[in-house]
């Protein structure tokens, strides 16, 4: 949720990776939720499932090297906005061995 | 006799358990566990039966995961376990300690954390942070890791810990201050005429001696030691064993003068089994003489590895001592060494072995 009462709040949409729903069953790849940051939208997905913020997100704090969020077909930050209705797509890297 | 017994096996692919009766003749095989993460230690607590595993993936970084239920089910957590914010992130958990009603984790880069509530929250135990070495600790081949955490069985402000490659340390006082205990173990890496430094040696594995607190022993990038005041001195004890170069070091679970190493061939000739023949090595006087124990082990064209906390021993009379290879198999005995047979194979490499007796 925005900590500013100024900023106007709407719902968003996360689309959340398949491996990521491995760590927190129950969870949906699709989630609407109040978010006009994506830093807030991360907040209200944590406050959904406890921990996922940490799977997301280091303690810099910063989204994780080998996690990739896009909005509007850009790499975003935790402090990139977010309009109404956008969808915020949230992928692993490819990488492993 | 106990209903069975559990070898916990942390792999660079998830967690396995492999189980047994107390005769520890047959072993099941179950697993991966831990959603394919990398699971550097996973530990059991005969207390209350769970069972942690600390790990850290590259994606969703570090959590230590739980089972209440024998390794049917895993809840994973890391709130708490972080450094301040501006700070390097934490990697990976590296390492499990429990004592009493505490958990105790160490991270990368290397950091202690401690748990009051079963691994549900954590909070920092700070002072190891605030030692003025702290700035100069250079990370080792694996990085700058706390891997072993070793508490006094009698008094919860005493713990060693040990970083690779900044040496030991201790506490006295639950963790506020620290000290480096490394007087006697070489840094043969550093300039001539500067090997016996204060502190930046590589250990690789430290473990106390049963029922005598001050008795340390360590397996070192640099030699075998055995300390017995508490790690204010170490004295080398590798005369008779094929190298001075090893990770594991197992100690016996009654007996402080037996110890269980696995020796590899040295840091710059592949790190594998001499010769290429697997073989534990066993002390019954705290290191003063050593025999090989072979038999049932691979005895030619073996080129596997054994990391730092990938060999463990189990509770039972006669103790059964475990150990996983860089390769991807187990091997047990159900002898204190005698004899040894492989009880799982193909695995992912595996990071760490540890045992519990479920009554």
Known sequence: MSNNPARSVHHVIARLPGVLIDLFPGAPRRVELPASTVKEMIDGLDALWPGMRDRMCDSRPAIRRHMNVFVDGEKATLETGLAPGTEVFILTAISGG | ?359
């Not at chain 2, 207390?47 to 595993?53: D, L, N, Q, R, V």
């Not at chain 2, 790990?55 to 970084?61: H, L, M, T, Y």
């Not at chain 2, 001195?233 to 696995?262: C, M, V």
Request: glycine letters at 12%.
């Open chain 2, 1 to 359: 006799m106990p209903e069975k017994i559990l070898v916990l096996i942390g792999t660079k692919k998830g967690a396995f358990i492999a189980e047994s009766d107390g005769k520890r003749g047959s072993w099941k095989l179950r697993g991966p566990f831990c959603e394919h993460w990398p699971m550097n230690h996973v530990v059991g607590d005969p207390e209350t039966g769970a069972i942690y595993g600390a790990g850290g993936n590259e994606w969703f970084g570090p959590a230590v995961w739980k089972s209440d239920d024998l390794g049917q089910t895993w809840t994973h957590s890391s709130e708490g376990l972080a450094y301040a914010a501006g700070d390097e992130p934490i990697k990976a958990v590296w390492s499990l300690a429990k004592r009493n009603g505490s958990l105790y984790a160490g991270v990368q880069p290397a950091g202690l954390f401690r748990s009051d509530d079963g691994g549900a929250t954590w909070s920092h135990i700070e002072g190891l942070q605030h030692h003025p070495s702290r700035k100069d600790w250079n990370p080792g081949g694996a990085g700058l890791i706390l891997h072993s955490i070793v508490t006094h069985p009698a008094d919860e402000e005493q713990i060693w810990v040990g970083i690779s490659s900044a040496g030991v340390f201790y506490t006295w006082d639950g963790g506020k201050t620290w000290e480096p205990r490394n007087r006697g173990t070489r840094a043969d890496f550093l300039p001539e005429g500067q090997n016996y430094p204060e502190f930046g040696q590589c250990v690789h594995c430290l473990v106390m001696a049963p029922g005598k607190p001050d008795r340390l022993y360590q397996q070192n990038h640099c030699g075998m030691y055995r300390s017995d005041d508490g790690g204010k001195n170490w004295q080398s004890i590798e005369k008779g064993l094929p190298s001075t170069f090893g990770f594991p070091a197992a100690t016996h679970p009654r007996d402080p003068d037996t110890l269980f190493l696995l020796p590899l061939n040295g840091d710059s000739a592949g790190r594998y089994v001499p010769d290429a023949k697997a073989a534990v090595w066993k002390t019954e006087d705290a290191g003063a003489t050593w025999l090989d124990e072979r038999k049932g082990l691979p005895q030619e064209n073996c080129y596997a590895g054994v990391l730092r906390q990938a060999m463990a021993t189990d509770s039972l009379e006669p103790a059964g001592v475990y150990f996983g290879t860089s390769g991807g198999s187990l091997f047990a005995s159900a002898n204190e060494g005698e004899n040894w047979s492989e009880i799982a194979q193909h695995l992912p490499t595996i990071l760490s072995v540890e045992t519990m007796v479920v009554e």
